[in-house]
T-cell receptor
Framework: DQQVKQNSPSLSVQEGRISILNCDYT??????FLWYKKYPAEGPTFLIS?????DKNEDGRFTVFLNKSAKHLSLHIVPSQPGDSAVYFC?????????????FGKGTKLSVKP | KAGVTQTPRYLIKTRGQQVTLSCSPI?????VSWYQQTPGQGLQFLFE???????NKGNFPGRFSGRQFSNSRSEMNVSTLELGDSALYLC?????????????FGPGTRLTVL
């Protein structure tokens, strides 16, 4: 059973607009969430994270929102740029706090059109 | 600072053979994790090592094994290869293994089993 779900396999956005990537999880014990970006032929690159004690974390153009009651998090990118085109993975830290065991969603491919 | 390096980058094997993949973490990082990425299953956790000890193991058969050396370099081994083992194998390193310790990924080893 998938514990971290990204229900949209792909998303297309116009340059300069907001990109919103969504992620749902089922395990209420998850205590840390992360977003990674992946270009073809490269490993995932860490973008931003959020602890379960917060509901928002912002880093430049990237903001992650966490809604614990809905078991939902989202990544907002504003403004979107063509270089943001990549696959975005949502990940959660397994109970126990070990960051070495991340549970990933299957990814959303973002295309930002000029 | 050099990133995570993985060797080889590409590998072709036949069913029944065994394979060893290598990962060199970022200097100073003591935690190394391995993940398997396939189109159908996404990124799945294999195992995590910290200071030469396996801390966590994912839900993979015993054909998958790993180890970590005193210099934090890690290897993973897959014995009796099956067609379904064809995947991108990613290694990630972090300073420690607690919440908040970002994992940095290598470019991966693309394994093809014929």
């Amino acid at each position: 059973d998938q514990q971290v779900k990204q229900n949209s396999p792909s998303l297309s956005v116009q340059e300069g607009r907001i990109s919103i990537l969504n992620c749902d999880y089922t395990n209420s014990m998850f205590d840390y969430f992360l977003w990674y970006k992946k270009y073809p032929a490269e490993g995932p690159t860490f973008l931003i994270s959020i602890s379960s004690i917060k509901d928002k974390n912002e880093d430049g153009r990237f903001t992650v929102f966490l809604n614990k009651s809905a078991k939902h998090l989202s990544l907002h990118i504003v403004p979107s740029q063509p270089g943001d085109s990549a696959v975005y993975f949502c990940a959660a830290s397994a109970p126990g706090g070990s960051q070495g065991n991340l549970i990933f969603g299957k990814g959303t491919k973002l295309s930002v059109k000029p | 600072k050099a990133g995570v390096t993985q060797t080889p980058r590409y590998l072709i094997k036949t069913r029944g053979q065994q394979v060893t993949l290598s990962c060199s973490p970022i200097s100073g990082h003591r935690s190394v994790s391995w993940y398997q990425q396939t189109p159908g299953q996404g990124l799945q956790f294999l195992f995590e090592y910290f200071s030469e000890t396996q801390r966590n193991k994912g839900n993979f058969p015993g054909r998958f094994s790993g180890r970590q050396f005193s210099n934090s370099r890690s290897e993973m081994n897959v014995s009796t290869l099956e067609l379904g083992d064809s995947a991108l194998y990613l290694c990630a390193s972090s300073l420690r293994t607690g919440a908040g310790d970002t994992q940095y990924f290598g470019p991966g080893t693309r394994l093809t089993v014929l």
